[in-house]
């Protein structure tokens, strides 16, 4: 059964440093998500990584897979306030689309 | 175009009533997801339609739960016999095709169901 794993579960930041958010899946995929959510919403899309080494940069976000690994990595460059948010990863199995998801990251940027 | 709507956003009942969830997808979305997320955890899957037919329902917790799509748009959830576990937020999400690896769902802004 796939399993996702993310780390850390809580992370509290001040604002322009950089951090790394990790998540780890147990079974071969062919693609992982991104989503971001805020407080009591729903879920907004943030990227799609669809190969073994790709990359894909929006604003102060940039997040990698390394499927040989089975990891992804979300980082966060000079974070602002406006980052706080819970930001999940999600891997849907092998040709498959019912996604599994990891317990989430909980961002908080202090000014 | 409208984003994937769902009503209730807020239902409140008590153990062992029937509840129907509504969710309405992305016009011409051939694809629709049901989630359920509970307090501080990521959503768990638990059925996905193509067009009427639903293409993977093994995540229904159990047969007290049921989703249709009757007309391949609009699809409901349906939980009979609530029990207090059940409390929680039912995502909705659709995606274009359902197939492809590219493919994004988006989201619904939830039920918040509350079983009392």
């Known amino acids: 059964e796939l399993k996702v794993e993310q780390n850390p579960l809580f992370l509290s930041m001040q604002e322009g440093k950089n951090y790394t958010i990790y998540c780890n899946y147990s079974?071969?995929?062919?693609?992982l998500y991104w989503y971001r959510q805020d407080p009591g919403k729903s879920l907004e899309s943030l990227f799609v990584?669809?190969?073994?080494?790709a990359v894909k940069q929006e604003g102060r976000l940039m997040a990698s897979l390394d499927t040989k690994a089975r990891l992804s990595t979300l980082h966060i460059t000079a974070a602002v306030h406006d980052l706080s948010a819970t930001y999940f990863c999600?891997?849907?199995?092998?040709?498959?689309?019912?996604?599994?998801f990891g317990a989430g990251t909980r961002l908080t940027v202090k000014p | 175009g409208a984003g994937v709507s769902q009503t209730p956003s807020n239902k409140v009942t008590e153990k062992g009533k029937y509840v129907e969830l509504r969710c309405d997808p992305i016009?011409?979305?051939?694809?629709l997801y049901w989630y359920r997320q509970s307090l501080g955890q990521g959503p768990e899957f638990l059925i996905y339609?193509?067009?009427?037919?639903?293409?993977?329902d093994s995540g229904l917790p159990n047969d007290r739960f049921f989703a249709v799509r009757p007309e391949g748009s609009v699809s409901t959830l349906k939980i009979q016999r609530t029990e207090r576990g059940d409390s929680a937020v039912y995502l909705c999400?659709?995606?274009?095709?359902?197939?492809?690896?590219?493919?994004?769902?988006?989201f619904g802004p939830g039920t918040r169901l509350l079983v009392l």
């Open positions: 016009s011409g979305h051939t694809a």
């Open positions: 079974t071969t995929s062919d693609r």
């Open positions: 999600a891997v849907p199995p092998y040709n498959n689309n019912d996604m599994r």
């Open positions: 339609f193509q067009g009427t037919g639903a293409a993977d």
């Open positions: 999400a659709s995606s274009l095709y359902g197939t492809g690896v590219e493919e994004t769902q988006y």
């Open positions: 990584l669809l190969s073994n080494g």
